[in-house]
């Protein structure tokens, strides 16, 4: 595609209907709106229902309002804004924001009427984990995936997991979110024959070291099929699951 | 299928062709042979085709060799042995072992025969990454994956990668390995639309801490779809690069 | 038991008064009640004077409402939450809570008939250590032990313990808890012939870092017979106890 | 005990068969056989069968040799060398050394005729954690404990482990011995009634960073009843796990 | 120089202007103002036109307004208080502070008449590491650096950084501000011919680890001509990079 | 001194004047007041002159009024109270304490007559340390020695450190106080003959790591006779530093 | 000037001399020898006297005969290799390497006729770190810089520094390598007004952490103009240090 | 001193013994040997009795032999060698080096004609930690300490500890060393007087993390009087305590 665009931009200079000032002013052109403080990407603009992001923490609300205001004039839908506390959401009210409390995040411009498709199992060890479960299943469900939540199947009461092996078994793409000693992304992957996404999070104490002793084991684990995310990136695993959850099937 | 097994099992005792007592021997019979050292999987017997994968770190040759034999007993083919010294390759050559010195990667009972399929890519930063690489790229392909190798194209040198952008494009998966700063996953991850895997290498020295730099970096990335395997981990990020590009379109 | 109850099953369907898809229902009903935050275990109903315990860190008062009231529905007794804040406590005051501030710990339906048996030793380096003392302690007691606190015997007053030789010759069990250096687990180790379960608290600033010192020291003691819980676990070392401090003989 | 030794040494004061010189000296004697390089111990004397343990690195063969020879000239049995390597074992073997390689162990005057009693079972997740395990199950032997090996039940497979929940219902002491994440300690505690000792191993490679990854993970185990000792300490958890299992019933 | 006033000082004793004791004196005389709590340099006393600094990080505002105070009356301008909160500033308005909130720089007499040459980038990943980037400009432009402003340019998108190539080709020093895994540092340094000066930042979350991520990552980088500061150290880059841009060409 | 206890109870049992059981009593006697929180230590009883310490944090104000009462009660003076804070002071004013808010320090019944002996000098990297040499200095000085202070001669002004020789040529000790990189010990180890106690503060930012920087930096010193305390731990350097500028002349 | 080449390939298909075809070809043509394992940057053909570089760690002689081929082929003058094994170098002998033991670093075609320029000190703090200094200042030579060596001059002994402050004073850049402790970056970055690049070595031992301690004292110098780069790299100082000798004054 | 050595020039300036340049070039005269790679100190000259220290770690032999024949070439007698491996001793056995293996030491012109004065207690905790406590022990006796050895004290069995209580009691310093949980530094500490430097050793294993373990514990020591000198650094250690050991009485 973007192949296409140069080749069309220099049949254009070859065609004298562009110059070749014009054409190098064009190779170069933003391909976003600059607002200063941050750059919103237009590259998108056509390709309608993929959400939109905005990574919220560290950001002022004046900025966040700069950015959906960006993407609304163009049209956006579905702009997710994800680490957005409470009192921020609460400052951007007038935006017809639909908040979600508990995984933090925003939606703007909510488009329901998508269809979600295939399979995406979300299994947590308790019940602290549940917020990252949360980030993960509103972004999975934003992009269009249709998502099964398991919570609190940690192992130290295997016969939990075991009882429900059924949408494990079916699903497509499998996000393991777990704090404290992050065992479950193994079990899980010994036990399913899809990708498993494992999700560490800094739920637990002491020489858990904020999700240090679930991420190592996660990276650890000796089950095949399993990759790691960031501590708490509900998010990042939400976007992969979508991704790998709509793939087709290879041409020959 | 499993549960199909249960039912089936039920049925031959209501039908008095199996006793309870027989029903719950079955029911806990071990589907494994055990070796002692080591419980060699049966599970997959009927699967062929599927490799059958060996962690040779840790291994005597004698356990290996006794893992080996009971595989082929059964008849199987393309018996994978990872992490294997050039030392013991020499010690099980009467095996007919075909050896990847580079990728420590011993190969048993190979079916050469496969068509590969889809496509990955796997692009590492430099050269000194490319064992790392070559484990991945040849386990992709002893499960049955087409692999496309971008090998020194790291981001100090951005141009490198840019030059190769049409089979990133074209990619199903990538796998991005570097050491060092970790950075070519971010910037992969940036121009694709695919699910990349980060691997971490050892590669580079002082405050690379044996990969822990490009390990914090890859998890860190702020592209997304990038997840990541274990330092060193080529097999890994291989397996389940093998999982994602053999996925088929979800059912509706 | 659970082999027993399988058994059952099996000779049910042979007699015909089970069918085999009831007892494939029956062998994957789900032991727990599954409020979807949280999945409580019904497993133990009839093992009455065991106590409940509930995870009371990073759970809402609603959960735990919640999950207290499940139990108390099957008529338990001795429910335990431990990480309860005082203010998370006096939410649920309304449910006839006994709470031990210090301890962070609350009760409900405390049997306080049991009679405490045994001997387990608590010990602690500091005044500062009290809290994590208290939590073993009290976790102890409800599970029917009898418990001797010996507080403020920090070895860099040696004297100080060896005074107290006495309840310690007498242990079947000692809990040592200690912040800084920890060293209070290897010295007791070297003193008594019972286990010795370390707990390693935050207590203490710079490079104490959160109870790392006084971690590393214990899993690293030269004295036989120690192990170790997490940083400022008192709840698993006083559960652990009881569990040793209860052992029956072994049958010949 | 020693309480009793002090009181008759002050009663032979009083009726003058002792003087008080002769007190304080008695007091202050050593108990332990004093070689310069090592005070060994002869507190234990008479308590024939229990084994004597010689912590074998980071000692020379000539210091080795001379604590056992003061062990022997006092008529001790089954002395424990542990951590010792193939080469000092070489050097050593006119002291009728028992060795055992896998596990780094020697025994010498090992008193063959002991009576194994109560049940621990030793579990570990794979074929490269053997060395460890075989440190605690000698051990364990050694203090005369009946020992049940179960090797290579990690949880990625986790129908390994469930196939083997015989022994482990009937065991008294777990010892759980993984590396890699370290995840068996917690499904094991999860599955099991009694006290589980977790053996973190250095088996892995990249973020395992030489066993830290277990360990931590082990520590966090939201199991109860887990406690942990330091990676590939298996003489430490064989130890603590006689001691658990030959517990007498507690007295009224 | 300094030489030259030791020189001078002795050929006063050897003239006999000078007495022995005088000199010594003189050779010992303290070239700051002792405040007790600070010891403010008066070395620069002549050098008209170099801003001062005072590091307002654990300062009360009563020894920043002493310090202040004691070079207003030697006459300086552009006195630059860094790390200087918002509540610190308020108290010291009456000092006629200029100050900057989201860099929490304060100027007392700045100077607005000084010239800006030379010509100094700032990149930074995204809209969260503003605040230390505006540290750094404002500090280079009160030394008198021209800088140019590249905000949100992370390698997530690398066509923002290279549709801002020209400003990039035409500096002379870049600073490159980045938190998560820190690859800006790498990508421009490869990009550019000038020393790129790395500022990781503690923006992100999880495995970040308050900036240790950035950190290595930018210490690790393979770019040639990129050193580090410290994390979030906006200042020191500002002040560096003025150092270089400075630079005059080195005589023959 | 304890030998001659000894040597006394055991005549007086010779004597008839003890009964064994008396002697056994009073061997085993407790020397310190249990308050059940607290063992506060009655050994010292007759030493007058030397202050007693109480570690303030991690006590509550009613813990820290019984030990002091139990001391008064004793009669002893110059009760020093470490890490404590200004609510704490304040809820605790009727004591008569005296409190010195920068150091955290309280001091009840302070007997200002003693007369200060020696020479100690404390120096620090920057204004932000003070609060830690203030806390070694009134320790030492309430243990009765001369303090010389030398605030703010971090090494990057190495000729503020240079002009100030005379009282670090004749200290008896150092105490160096230094966060950021703590050079200052080494620095200062360097150009004194006598013993230099390092501190570590938890100054700084980014990688200091809260004092991790420092500590480390301090413990590689180059220089000789350096050793080095907890972060932040002036306390301990006050203590250590009385302790060694107390010292006689060794005897013949 | 990359824009110039754009610039007149859109002309050339203006004028028809190029199709639109062979300029996008062009656009994508890459600017390097692909060898396979390596991608040779031939973009600074023209650039006469820079030196070309190659990172010898974890090559093979054979890749670095390759692409020292590749360079020779080209007429490339200066080759660099550094990280360069004593026994790879003697298989390379053969290249007329010219090699310098203590620095590993290997020169192939030395252009010995350039002018050295400008003024570079590297001052370092003990004997062991004079590898490192070594890389650094063959690699500055080799780019055309004058470099003068202060070895030995560590912060212990502070007057060894002080006793050459004229070359420091003179230096346009100033390195700094210590290992330790690190401190000697702080002193001289507040001896001289010049950039200053530290490096952080290895040497030492203990909590040195393989330079770690160093490393964490660098960056936080409290002296301002001092940057750092990664552990022991001496390449990297050396060429950044040539960067900034070389600038020429800025243009007005 | 030095001050007077200042005057007296500036007298001589005065006097007309002296020019002014001479002065300025003895003000600057270098006070060491610059041997190129090490700059030899020759300041103590005239102090004959202390000994010359030669830090041997990565240094060869042959900068040794230079820096020892530069000392023995003005009279130095006393000269000591630390970190000297047995390679390296075999090589300079022409210097007539006395050689301690176990410590790492070389002497060369030991003078055995000093007197040994006042007492130094060196006690560690296990018969591995004996090479560290030689570094110390021969350090100490060559600066003219009287030293006492307590080897394997180890806290597990504290009564070795408590029967050695006279030598500690009349200690002017103590040095602990201990590898492990370090606890023998915190009970040494509560159980003396004096001052007690803490030497961490790498001995162990595990999470020992090659003496971090110990590190950490003793620098969070509640001991009053304990500080620390870096892991392994016997020699450290050594040179302090005697320090220490030979303190005058303060003069009134």
């Not at 976003?32 to 403080?37: A, N, T």
């Not at 009210?93 to 979300?122: C, P, Q």
């Not at 479960?133 to 199947?153: M, S």
């Amino acid at each position: 595609m973007y192949r296409d665009e140069i080749l069309e931009l220099l049949r254009g200079v070859k065609e004298g209907t562009v110059t070749p000032e014009e054409a190098l002013h064009d190779l170069k052109r933003e391909p976003f709106d600059d607002l200063g403080y941050a750059k919103v990407d237009v590259h998108r603009e056509l390709r309608q229902g993929v959400p939109e992001v905005i990574f919220g923490a560290g950001k002022t609300t004046k900025q966040i309002r700069g950015i959906v205001g960006s993407m609304k004039a163009r049209g956006r839908e579905d702009i997710l804004i994800t680490r957005l506390s409470k009192e921020a959401a609460a400052e951007l009210v007038d935006l017809d924001l639909e908040y979600h409390e508990l995984a933090r995040i925003g939606i703007v411009s909510h488009n329901t009427s998508k269809e979600l498709t295939g399979s995406i199992v979300i299994a947590c060890g308790g019940t602290s984990d549940i917020p990252v479960c949360e980030e993960a299943a509103i972004t999975a469900e934003l992009f269009g995936n249709k998502v099964t939540r398991l919570y609190d199947v940690g192992v130290a009461g295997i016969h939990r997991l075991l009882s429900n092996m059924d949408p494990l078994m079916d699903a497509r793409v499998v996000i393991a979110v777990a704090g404290m000693e992050g065992a479950l992304a193994s079990v899980v992957g010994g036990l399913v024959d899809c990708p498993v996404i494992a999700v560490p999070t800094s739920v637990g104490y002491g020489s858990n070291f904020h999700g240090l002793s679930a991420l190592l084991s996660m990276l650890n684990s000796c089950a095949s099929g399993v990759s790691v995310v960031n501590i708490d990136n509900g998010f990042g695993a939400g976007y992969l699951a979508s991704m790998i959850n709509k793939m087709e099937s290879a041409k020959d």
